[in-house]
């Protein structure tokens, strides 16, 4: 099979891996287009699936955009588990999306050995107002919405590792919408580059936009949040799969200066689910921005900069 016909179009797609694909309608309006699912990481059904919704969103709200429909993904183990789970796991992603304003317009489902949920995202933006991962540049200042660790701490809690605190903690953060935060970059000015943090932990996420930018991306990394218990798990080595198959292949881009402490270095390769956004500012946008999130009760972590260099990750 040969490569894809180019279509002009198509104004974001595959090579960059960026959070959704951006097809082109017209001079004013342009298709935003994501889609994620997954497996239980929490027992409770409902929140289980509202987990499932917010995650889904954020790769739209990481593009600038506004969702509008949604169709629901999900798989569901018929012979051995009750209707009545699969229709809280349905309850909770419907809940959120209403609250985003988003339409749920379809879905489909199969009988599966375990339970899986998800959703394809629509929304929209215009062509000129897209976010990228792809385009920071050397000087600007690197910020994060949430704290990370939820991929050690989802693990933790499976293996009854985790006390009540450190597991109200981590799903109040996978619960949080990326919403408001994307609501004050629009407020404030739109970022130079934006992502999420999500399955290829901190670093991954971070080298993404050094090499699509071809810049060099420093993190502070006592600057970096991370979750209750997480510091205490990652010292355990309490890691899910992803998060060691991230350190393996994105380790050999990032560079390590200072005493940096090996369980915070190891803690930000950590697989997320429904992580925060992930983006620059320019220095002279960074005080607007820093306000409309202060105004707004939002939280924001200012963890390194840009600069030229070669591409790659310097956590210091």
């Known amino acids: 099979m040969g490569p894809a016909r180019p279509d002009p179009h198509v104004l974001v797609g595959m090579e960059t891996h960026d959070d959704a694909g951006v097809y082109l309608l017209n001079e004013d309006t342009a298709l935003v287009q994501t889609v994620d699912y997954f497996t239980p990481i929490v027992d409770d059904p409902y929140e289980f699936g509202a987990i499932a919704a917010v995650n889904a969103l954020s790769d739209v709200y990481a593009m600038g955009a506004r969702p509008l429909t949604a169709l629901n993904l999900a798989g569901f183990p018929s012979g051995t588990l009750p209707p009545e789970i699969l229709g809280r796991i349905m309850k909770g ?54 704290p990370i660790g939820a991929g050690v701490m989802v693990k933790a809690i499976k293996d009854e590792r985790a006390s009540a605190e450190e597991m109200r903690a981590v799903v109040a953060s996978m619960r949080e919408s990326n919403r408001r935060a994307a609501d004050c970059l629009i407020a404030a000015g739109p970022p130079t580059a934006c992502t999420d943090v999500t399955g290829f932990g901190l670093l991954g996420h971070v080298y993404e936009m050094a090499a699509g930018a071809s810049i060099r991306l420093h993190v502070e990394a006592d600057r970096v949040p991370v979750l209750p218990g997480a510091l205490e798990s990652a010292r355990r080595d309490l890691f899910p799969g992803g998060s060691r198959n991230n350190r393996h292949y994105f380790g050999r881009f990032v560079t390590v200066e200072g005493p940096v402490a090996g369980e915070r270095v190891a803690l930000f390769y950590d697989a997320v689910t429904s992580g925060g956004l992930l983006f620059t500012a320019s220095p002279q946008k960074a005080e607007a921005v820093e306000a409309e999130f202060l105004r707004a009760g939002a939280p924001l972590f200012r963890i390194g900069m840009a600069a030229d260099g070669p591409p790659g990750v310097t956590v210091r």
Do not use: C, F, Q
């Open 93 to 146: 992603g419907r809940d959120v999306l209403d609250d985003a304003g988003v339409s749920l317009i379809g879905g489909h489902s199969v009988d599966d050995s375990e339970p899986k949920m998800g959703y394809a995202l629509t929304g929209v933006v215009h062509p000129d107002r897209i976010w990228r991962n792809s385009t920071a540049r050397a000087g600007d200042i690197l910020y994060l919405t949430k």
